[in-house]
């Protein structure tokens, strides 16, 4: 205002008249901080201004011109000297170069202007959008982009950073941080009249700065329930489920790699209507491998994997599929299979893999994990296939339970051809408990929650080390990949690197919240006592000193000192043919003589 009022008076070639430039500037600048405060502007952050942000600060400018034209008019001799261009010039002048700055900004750290020229039009359900302040940022612009793909209106945001708390982010007021959420649901709730959605708008690689787990624990405080934005997608929304918290960031597939290991080739998949299997078989697909067969016992598994592929968006090519029903204890049918198929990669992850089950019938679980991955590991060496890959369980380390001796036994047998098959590259792969995997602790915690309640817990101590499915295939096909092309024909077990297990106490608690319930208050947590054959924890190797790291980040070699033992070897042997003729005399002999802390918990029947 001062310099506007010295140009006019500059024109006009004539000396200021009492000192009305001070007095207009002072009023004016003094119009624009308390006009400010009232529309809270000063709240707004430049680097993420919006075309709402841009429309309050023209009418701050614009009522501080109107105002001070008022006042001067109203106690400085009725504005007399006050050029009557001067509040309108500083009305605009002040605009352009205030918003230009704050463009340069938006420009100089967001990259582009898009924001800016957005209009706040959306409709839709309220929403909490919880997350960083750059992605809350890129959230709204999104959604404004694009607002009839959306079904919220982000109505204000929760960022860990203090320095944005009770500012703006593209229109949007930010309420504070975590602790923040319960009191500012039951605010807008109030206002609005119906409850917002909280919506983590977080990806899983960046989701450390911000725990989801925090987010659902304070939600559930007022029975809000959480949602997660799906990562590169604008418009959808999916419930949080139990694999969004774990408390790790999830290791992810290289995949090109595994691609080339898997392209082109023919690939045979048992137990490919599993949670492990159907997850195997989707990337297997993705690479694009010249056929794959896929074998199952269960006629329903195979017609829901058949039933996937046909409804696809681009359905494969018939040629390059086909589901086998078969027993992998069944060597006469597995046999023909192999014969006409002709494999170059075998993934072995049918088993039985309860642990309740084994301990009630174990000799079905030691013959089928161990004599129907003899069988398939023996038509692999027959057939000279590339790659054998068997699944196992951390449950094979140290077992206490039939399951995981069965598994165990049937690693020892992958590792067993160290020099006579060198055309084959075996190994087995080790990982912990798969969320949402079938009859996995996780289903029944659900179905409790559901039928409302009690949620059993075994022990209050009794820890696990969980993986997401996507994880465990990853392992899976890398550990394969890998194996084949550093020529490692001696057969090897290879695991996750895994963090901390995870309490199943707490598990169960996490699981209730996201329900939008209160822990042992909406639903009661029971102990039950450990099960046969059940430990407290799992471990994935017996010694850390006998793991080494591998090329591939997260994967561990674990060096197995039993694979060379040759009466474990021969013992196996003996093993496998007690188990073919069901002599559960001479079985029950060899795994007393192998696992002798086992048989304490139950005998062969």
Excluded at 486 to 506: C, F, H, P, R
């Amino acid at each position: 205002m001062f310099g506007i009022v010295r140009l006019r008076y500059f024109q006009w070639q004539n000396p200021v008249k009492v000192d009305i430039d001070l007095k207009a500037a002072l009023v004016f600048s003094a119009c624009v901080l308390v006009t400010s405060l009232v529309l809270r502007n000063h709240k707004s952050i430049w680097r993420f201004s919006a075309f709402g942000d841009m429309v309050r600060l023209f009418n701050v400018l614009a009522l501080s011109g109107l105002f001070t034209s008022i006042l001067i008019f109203m106690f400085l001799d009725r504005g007399f000297g006050l050029p009557r261009s001067a509040p309108v010039l500083a009305i605009l002048i002040s605009f352009i170069v205030l918003a230009s700055l704050r463009v340069g900004l938006a420009y100089i750290k967001n990259g582009n202007l898009k924001g800016l020229f957005l209009r706040d039009k959306l409709s839709g359900s309220t929403a909490i959008i919880v997350g960083s302040a750059p992605a809350v940022h890129k959230f709204i612009k999104d959604t404004k982009q694009s607002p009839k793909s959306s079904a919220y209106r982000p109505v204000a945001a929760i960022t860990p950073n203090q320095k944005f708390h009770k500012n703006y982010i593209g229109g949007v007021p930010v309420m504070g941080g975590l602790s923040s959420i319960s009191e500012t649901f039951e605010a807008l709730t109030l206002k609005h009249g119906t409850p917002p959605s909280i919506i983590d708008i977080e990806t899983q690689k960046t989701r450390g700065m911000f725990e989801t787990y925090e987010i659902v624990r304070e939600a559930s405080r007022v029975g809000a329930r959480v949602f997660r934005l799906e990562l590169g997608r604008n418009d959808v929304f999916t419930p949080l489920e139990i694999s969004d918290l774990i408390e790790r960031t999830p290791r992810e597939m290289q995949t090109q790699p595994v691609h080339d290991f898997l392209n082109g080739k023919r690939v045979l998949l048992t137990g490919a209507g599993g949670s492990i299997g159907s997850e195997l078989m989707r990337h297997i697909m993705r690479s694009n491998p010249k056929r794959l067969a896929m074998i199952d016992m269960s006629e329903l598994a195979l017609f829901n994997v058949r039933q996937e592929l046909l409804d696809s968006k681009a359905p494969p090519s018939p040629d390059k599929w086909k589901t086998y029903l078969g027993n992998i204890l069944d060597a006469e049918r597995m046999s023909e299979i192999f014969a006409k198929e002709k494999p170059e990669i075998v993934i072995h992850a049918a088993a039985l893999k309860h642990v309740i089950f084994g301990q009630e019938n174990p000799l079905e679980t030691l013959r089928t994990n161990i004599l129907g991955t003899q069988i398939i590991h023996d038509l692999s060496l027959e057939h000279k296939v590339q790659s054998f890959t068997l699944i196992s369980t951390d449950k094979a380390c140290k077992p206490t339970s039939f399951m995981g001796a069965s598994k165990r036994v049937a690693e020892l047998i992958v590792l067993s051809d160290k020099t006579s098959h060198k055309k084959t590259s075996s190994c087995a792969v080790r990982f912990g408990n798969v969320f949402v995997s079938t009859g996995s602790v996780v289903h029944v915690f659900q179905q409790q929650i559901e039928n409302g309640g009690p949620v059993t817990v075994t022990h209050p101590d009794v820890r696990r080390y969980f993986m997401t499915t996507k994880e465990a295939t990853a392992l899976v096909l890398q550990a394969a990949a890998y194996n084949v092309s550093v020529k490692q024909n001696a057969g090897n077990i290879y695991t996750l690197e895994m963090g901390e297990s995870v309490k199943i106490v707490d598990l169960a608690r996490k699981l209730i919240r996201l329900k939008g319930l209160i822990p042992e208050k909406d639903i009661d947590i029971v102990f039950t006592g450990l099960a046969s054959g059940e430990k407290l924890s799992e471990d994935l190797f017996e010694r850390v000193e006998q793991c080494i790291p591998t090329d591939v980040e997260g994967i561990l070699n674990y060096q197995d000192a039993d694979s060379s033992d040759v009466k474990k070897t021969r013992d196996l042997k003996s093993l496998t043919r007690a188990l073919k003729d069901r002599n559960i005399k001479t079985a029950q002999h060899h795994i007393e003589d192998l696992f002798p802390e086992l048989c304490k918990n139950g005998n062969l029947h």
